[in-house]
């Protein structure tokens, strides 16, 4: 039971190039989420899912943009980089069935725009 | 909507001292409230949680936290800090619709020997 997986673990990328993260679970959580973590402003939410092919925005969603295919996996894409993307981005995911079940957080993927 | 303040973004105790992390939140709705610990280059991962019932929760690790609703506070506590402590604690708020979780800026613990 692997959890909450995440590709890569490191990017580094130059203005305007694309990229694509990948977050995976193996606890068939039906929910999905997508955050950036900065220094001394916590995480904030990119994009969720509720389930397997929809998605929604959260609280920065501009430049960002999300698929859920498969229930197990969260996309994370960036169409063009800009270094204000520079951040650590996490993928967690919960259960739907229990209101009180906490996050599970993948280990992250720190990705610097040149 | 809701919302979490941690106050003080950095905490430094003694070996042995109490730990006191504080945090108030905002909700419009009675709150789900939890603490997670983050260590360095490592993902989230849950101290504690209050949903209902005892306002005094315990978690893993030693730490425990007290829903104050009066005070909007969800303080989080340990008697005795150990080296193994220094860490990022985030407080957050869920809705209860979803899950989203609304986290504070974070307070990053510092134990001196």
């Known amino acids: 039971n692997a959890g909450v997986t995440q590709t890569p673990k490191f990017r580094v990328l130059k203005t305007g190039q694309s990229m694509t993260l990948l977050c995976a679970q193996d606890m068939n959580h039906e929910y999905m989420y997508w955050y950036r973590q900065d220094p001394g402003m916590g995480l904030r939410l990119i994009h969720y899912s509720v389930g397997e092919g929809t998605t929604a925005k959260g609280e920065v969603p501009d430049g960002y943009n999300v698929s859920r295919l498969k229930k197990q996996n969260f996309l994370l894409g960036l169409e063009s980089a800009a270094p204000s993307q520079t951040s650590v981005y996490f993928c967690a995911s919960s259960s739907h069935v229990n209101p009180y079940n906490e996050q599970f957080f993948g280990p992250g993927t720190r990705l610097t725009v040149l | ?113």
Not at chain 2, 18 to 33: F, M
Not at chain 2, 52 to 64: D, P, Q, R, S
Not at chain 2, 90 to 98: G, L, N
Request: a positive charge; aromatic letters at 12%.
């Open chain 2, 1 to 113: 909507a809701q919302s979490v303040t941690q106050l003080g973004s950095h905490v430094s105790v003694s070996e042995g001292a109490l730990v006191l992390l504080r945090c108030n939140y905002s909700s419009s709705v009675p709150p789900y409230l939890f603490w997670y610990v983050q260590y360095p280059n490592q993902g989230l991962q849950l101290l504690l949680k209050y949903t209902t019932g005892a306002t005094l929760v315990k978690g893993i690790n030693g730490f425990e936290a007290e829903f104050k609703k009066s005070e909007t506070s969800f303080h989080l506590t340990k008697p005795s800090a150990h080296m193994s402590d220094a860490a990022e604690y985030f407080c957050a708020v869920s809705d209860r619709r979803y899950q989203k979780v609304t986290f504070g800026t974070g307070t990053k613990l510092q134990v001196i020997p």
